[in-house]
C-alpha cells in the first residue's frame, strides 16, 4: 500500500498539468453528463405525454437539488480535505473523513426520505405547484425522495475517489446508474403505461444502482477506503466537513431556493406551459455547465495533492489551464444553443407556448454562458484550498446574494421578460464580484 501511495503522489504532484487534468477530467466529465441526463431523460420522456408531466418534473427539481447539496456538501467536505491530508501523505486522516463523508450522506440522506414520504404535498405546494399540477407533483416528489439515502452517499462516494485521482472508477458507478435510468424511463412510461410515477421509479432504481457500484469502486480501488473503525466525529471533523463542504451547500442549496423561486415567478404568466419552459432550459444549460463542473473537478485533486505538498505555482498554473478550457468550450457551445434555441425546447416539448418563452430565456442564458468560464473555477479553487470564507460566499452569490432579488424586483419591473432575463443578469454580478475577491489569492499563489 505504501507504494502504491508513493506512485500516486508523484503523478498527483509532479506529473504534466495539462495532461494530468485532462485525463482526471475526461472520466469526470462523462460522470458529470450521466448525472445530468438523470434529470434530462424523465423530461425528455414526458415530454411525449404532455406539458404537465415535465411541469410537474420541473416543480421536483428543486427537492433534487436539495438531495445534491447535502451530498456534495459531504463528499466535497470530506473530499477536499482529504486530498490536502493524502498530500501531505496523513493517511489516517484521510480514512476518517471518508468515513465521515460516507456516514454523514447516508443519515442526511434517510432523513430527507422521511420528510419526502410525511410532507410531499406541503413540499410540491412549497416548490410552486399550482392546483392543477399539486397531485401528481407530490406523487413524484415522495417516490423520488425516497432513493435520497441511497443518492446521496453514491454522489458523495464519487466525489471521494474523484478526489482521490480514481475518476475512471468514480464514472463507471455513475455511467451505469444514468444509462440504467435511460432504458427504464421508456420502459415504466410507456410500455407498463405509468407515466410520471414510472419516471420517478426508474429514477430511484437507477441511483440505488449506482449506490452499489460506486460503493464496491471505493472497496476495491480507492486509494483511501471505508472503514467502520475510521468513523470519529470529532470536532477536527467537523470543522474539516463545514470548512470544505458548506461551499457546495451554499451552492446547490440556494439552487434550490432560486428553482423554486423561479418556478413561482413563471407560475404567474401561464402557470403549466411557463414552468415547464424554464424546467427545459435549466436542463439545457446544466448538461453545458456539467462539462466545465467536469473539467474543474478534473482540477480539484490536482489542486488538493499540490496545495497539501506547498506546490503553490503548480496550483496557479493549473487555475489557468481550466480558465481557459472552461472558457473555449462555452464560447464554441452557446453559438449553435443561440441559433437553434426554438428547435431545442421543440426537441423535449412541441407546445408553441413553451418553445417562445423557452427560446428567449435559452438565449439570454446564451449570452452571458462564458462567464461561468471564470465563475466555477475560482469557486473551486477557492474550496479545494480551504479559504471556506472566501468559497461561500462565491458559491452563495450567483443563486443567493443575485438572482433571488432579482427575481422578485425583475418580474415586477418587465412581467415574463423579468423572468427570462434573471439568470443573465446574475451571471454578470457573479463574475464581477469573483474578479474581486480572487485577485489577491491567485497573485500569491502566483509569487
Sequence with gaps: MARVLSQHFRRMTEAPVRRLILALAVPTIASMLITTL???ADAWFLGRLDTASVASVGIAFPAMAIVQA?????????????????GAKDLVGARRMVAAGCVSAFVVGALIAI????????????FGAPETLRKTATIYLKIVLLGAPWMCTSLAMNNLLRFQGKAAFAMIGILSGGLLNILLDPLFIFVFEWGIY????????????????LLTMLQRHGVVRFYWSSIAFTREVWHELLRGGMPSLFRQGLGAFAFTALNHAAGAYGATAAIAAMSIVTRIVMVLYSVVIGL???FQPVCGFSYGAQKFRRVYDAFVFLVWASGIFLGIAAIPCWIFAESLIAHFRPDA????????????????????????????????IGRGKVASLLAASRQGLFFLPFILLLPFLFELQGVIICQACADICAFLLAILVTSKILFKLRQ
Design 353 to 384: 407556448d413553451v418553445i417562445v418563452i423557452g427560446a428567449s430565456a435559452l438565449r439570454w442564458q446564451m449570452a452571458t454562458l462564458i462567464l461561468s468560464a471564470w465563475i466555477i473555477p475560482c469557486n473551486m479553487l477557492t474550496q479545494t
Design 296 to 298: 474543474g473537478q478534473g
Design 115 to 126: 420528510v419526502g414520504i410525511c410532507c410531499g404535498a406541503w413540499l410540491a405546494e412549497l
Design 198 to 213: 414510472g419516471a420517478a421509479i426508474a429514477t430511484i432504481t437507477s441511483q440505488f444502482v449506482s449506490f452499489l457500484i
Design 70 to 86: 447535502i451530498a456534495f456538501f459531504c463528499g466535497h467536505g470530506s473530499g477536499n480535505t482529504m486530498s490536502r491530508m493524502l
Design 38 to 40: 438523470y434529470n434530462m
